[in-house]
């Protein structure tokens, strides 16, 4: 393989990049789409990344670090992700049912997954009023 070609590929890599949430630490890589993800969850130091395809990653950075990575990598695709309370950051795209009385909110494609998440009645009323509002 020539010099060029290596070069090329990797421009058109590290192009397609720019769409990628990238999470890495001594151990380990993670690159997926924004879109791929549902939801993450907090559990202590470490946070559980849900993926559409039902897959789980346990990845050691706590919820802010992550949220953090989101904004800096993701720039102005980053608000397609909301910050639930302390424990929680969703994908808007996948919101599909708030009962805020009952403390549930659901996410789904309305297709091939549905994920029930916790999350304080505080958080769901005002996630809820802005979902409203996005509405108008």
Do not use: C, W
């Amino acid at each position: 393989m020539s010099t060029t070609k290596i070069y090329s590929n990797f421009a058109v890599s590290n192009m397609n990049m720019q769409s990628k949430l990238i999470i890495s630490t001594t151990t380990e890589l993670v690159r997926i789409s924004p879109t791929k993800i549902v939801y993450i969850s907090s559990d202590g130091n470490y946070s559980t990344l849900m993926q559409v395809d039902g897959e789980l990653r346990i990845l050691s950075h706590q919820l802010g670090q992550i949220e953090k990575m989101i904004e800096t990598q993701l720039r102005n695709d980053s608000n397609n992700f909301i910050r639930i309370g302390k424990s929680l950051i969703i994908n808007r795209a996948y919101i599909y049912y708030i009962n805020v009385a009952k403390q549930k909110l659901i996410l789904s494609d309305a297709a091939t997954f549905n994920y029930s998440v916790p999350a304080s009645r505080e958080a769901l009323k005002q996630l809820k009023d802005l979902v409203e509002k996005e509405m108008k």
